[in-house]
């Protein structure tokens, strides 16, 4: 199939010189072998829509332009480079999570990023649907890059079935994808850590997770009075609409729809509602009791004798024994945008308000069968990467993360050169990190670069201590010097 | 917003009490809370195809049908899954990746798994090419999923420009994709350690990256009598290639072909050789040379004044300084499947002859200019997670990663649940990981669990301990057991 298309190329080719006949110009190669200024930093992004032919089918191959000189040296809108230091903090984020999760018993799993479709389309008209990164793969099917992690979790809960000892403590850290427009914080993927309960029915399980939240907030400096949880119940709203006798099929479209409160105007809410079927009374009774903020009010709206109102007391009950009372407060308005929420949401928010939500979860005893496994009852989180880092900037608490490497080695003398790798190798046996000097430079520049790696030591190796079996070691930090024998040295 | 409403919401009661009558079903518990007998395992696919409509374009979203009902439970053709006991294994090999990178004093980045298919698509007509899964986006650009790392290293080298100090040494562990056929052992997924080292010409850098490469191999538990590395260099062709007066452009091409050795007949190549317009002469030379196992040999035919011999008889010396002479011999076949290299090429292979090339590298220092930037010297490796899993199954030397969780926390009574997350909370707080028991269950499910996760100890929560502030501590290896005040518990 690909044969067939790219032998017509040929003649694309040509009108594509032409339009790429622009000269790049080439920088003057600098001297100094250090630099990098032969390094051309203008980002000119080549258009992607250069390529004549408009839009061609999905997984057909583009033509191959013989003569594209510069490409584009930004990564694809809405993505990110994890350079050094936006690594280092990516990994002292994700190190956090994985402790976490540890401290609570959990056990890590991953996922494919690309998945089934079939697998992320439900039928309650989320969001995730209309942003789903999907095409067709070469072999015709449909398959999509992960938006969320859940549907594989229970896809993959469903898959070993009887094999697994309920219940299973899961937890994830992994890339998600959303195409969507791009607006200040919002970027087509991010990390999510997920961490997922299954086969719990009871209220001690969300307890657990908020838990290991609030454990995660404190370990990265995010006290209560930066941070708290909005938590409420979509049994809630199961309850106002049972007594409007609302078909249980709509439930999850009227979460979807509530979610959006805070974004749209109440005027468009009610039409949505109204556009699926809720009655004008029960539309009025719903935003009534969404507005709610305290779980008592709602008791005397709900009677005592629901679960709604019983789980939620429950889980109140329990962030006291947690030791996390204050960091949350019921909120009646919390719904959650995921269609197969069932039982306890829940919404990490900024106290200052200046960011989204900063993680979310929530019960979903009945995903599984929607997929056509048979229900356990779930629940779980997702924490994203970026809003996190947002509001340790704004609270001046990112971590400072140098780079830090014990000793660097360095050979006076090019014909030193291996004994300099010999040096190194015995320093790295012994478990000790070392930045190995791979060409003949100055001391100034050496020391320029112990400075700029964190080194506590210089190892110098020199033609006549060499030969006495010694190197020269200094202390960077005290600046203290002296003469080591190679086989002392640790 | 919702402040407005909530006074309206006196007047809601009433009704709303009323209305509340419905009681919500419970699902029926199953009496083996451990068993996942609900589930359903058997996996039957959902055709991808019975959707109607045929092939419909990239990112046109897909039908939602309504009467989906069972998904496959299986990961798409080619992915993994990575339930817990695969995920230790690859947390493991991570582990080690990072831990060795971090002895040669590397720097960890990453780049999007999703990239402009420009950057994949070069001239010399690459196996990669043909393998990507690329795909339109929404926005009209040519994307794709990497296949390898190294041109979205490159691409951020040129960004960052001078703002860089040289060298740089870098490394990353990601996922990389290729749609191909599948085979034994072949997935169209896998992870790769990168190293790289950017700003040094001298083989210093390569030798170095094989000492990582060594120092990894150990600590696994992998010898030198498991694993070995052919080493040579392109200049070794591209000298045979000019005393034929081959055009330099030719020289990728020949390298793809030539790569191709082991799994093509010889007359195959021959013929591709000509078909690119290298002379028989040459292709009988090219041939001949390729044969050659020695050092010695290659300067008895070349001569002792090449760039080729020099740099691998220097590249031996250095890894004789390393200590890792008995890991590496020169073999001329090694040419390597990436049109960028330009120097020192290696292969890690298995010496049992069973498995594919375990790891691959060497020196690309043209490959910037490709890209549009200026070039700079630059050598790195890949090495991917399926083979080296593959030979220490085969060695039986796979590490014994079981789940490890220091307590399991439990109520003796339901009552006594907030008890418990107290306990567990405090253990928390002391760095010590803990499952807490979250339902009601009989003491026998207790232990058989302390046992899958092989906890160390069991702490119980009873009533009468408790209320003198006292928890039961059972030693599960010695079944030592003594009740211990809540505040010394650590």
């Given at each position: 199939m690909l044969c067939a298309i790219s032998s017509s190329l040929v003649i694309l080719h040509k009108p594509l010189s032409r339009a790429l006949r622009f000269p790049i110009p080439k920088l003057p190669l600098t001297t100094n072998p250090r630099g990098l200024s032969s390094l051309s930093t203008a980002a000119s992004p080549l258009s992607n829509n250069v390529r004549a032919g408009g839009r061609t089918g999905a997984l057909s191959p583009a033509p191959v332009t013989e003569d594209v000189q510069k490409i584009d040296v930004n990564p694809p809108k809405g993505t990110r480079d994890f350079p050094p230091e936006d690594m280092r903090l990516r990994s002292w984020l994700f190190y956090n999570f994985r402790e976490v999760s540890g401290l609570f018993g959990f056990e890590e799993v991953d996922f494919p990023v690309l998945e089934s479709e079939a697998l992320f389309i439900r039928k309650a008209g989320e969001e995730i649907r209309d942003q789903l990164y999907c095409f067709e793969d070469r072999g015709n099917r449909r398959v999509a890059l992960r938006p969320e992690l859940t549907p594989s979790l229970a896809r993959l809960v469903i898959q070993k079935g009887k094999s697994l000892s309920l219940p299973?403590?899961?937890?994830?850290?992994?890339?998600c994808w959303r195409y969507?427009?791009?607006?200040?914080?919002?970027?087509?993927?991010?990390?999510?850590?997920?961490?997922?309960?299954?086969?719990?029915?009871?209220?001690t399980a969300e307890a657990e997770l908020i838990s290991a939240i609030v454990t995660f907030f404190k370990r990265i400096g995010i006290t209560a009075s930066d941070v708290g949880f909005k938590v409420s119940s979509r049994k809630v709203l199961q309850?106002?609409?049972?007594?409007?006798?609302?078909?249980?099929?709509?439930?999850g479209k009227v979460c979807i729809i509530i979610d959006k409160i805070e974004k749209l105007p109440l005027e468009d809410i009610k039409k949505e509602l109204e556009s699926v079927g809720v009655l004008e009374e029960a539309i009025e009774r719903l935003l009534q009791v969404l507005s709610i903020k305290s779980l008592t009010k709602l008791e005397e709206i709900l009677g005592d004798s629901g679960e709604a109102v019983a789980d939620l007391k429950q889980l109140f009950s329990l962030a006291d024994k947690f030791g996390y009372s204050e960091w949350i407060q019921f909120d009646a308005s919390i719904v959650r945008g995921l269609a197969y929420?069932?039982?306890?949401?829940?919404?990490?928010?900024?106290?200052g308000g200046k960011l989204r939500a900063i993680c979310g979860g929530g019960r979903y005893d009945r995903l599984l069968s929607t997929f056509g496994g048979d229900d356990i009852p779930a629940c779980g989180f997702g924490f994203g990467d970026a809003v996190i880092i947002e509001l340790l900037k704004e609270k001046g608490r990112l971590p400072e993360l140098g780079l830090q490497v014990e000793n660097i080695v360095c050979a006076l003398d090019p014909g030193l050169q291996g004994a300099a790798a010999t040096v190194a190798t015995i320093l790295r046996e012994k478990g000790q990190s070392v930045d190995l000097v791979l060409e003949s430079k100055p001391l100034k520049w050496v020391f320029k670069r112990a400075s700029r790696i964190n080194a506590n030591r210089l190892i110098l190796v020199g033609d006549s201590e060499w030969q006495r079996g010694m190197v020269g070691v200094k202390i960077l930090s005290t600046g203290e010097q002296q003469e080591i024998k190679l086989d002392e040295l640790d």
């Open positions: 299973l403590k899961w937890f994830a850290v992994g890339q969507e427009r791009m607006t200040r914080g919002r970027r087509r993927e991010h990390y999510q850590w997920n961490m997922d309960i299954i086969g719990v029915p009871e209220v309850e106002v609409l049972r007594r409007y006798s609302i078909p249980e099929a709509l439930f929420y069932t039982g306890i949401v829940f919404e990490g928010f900024d106290r």
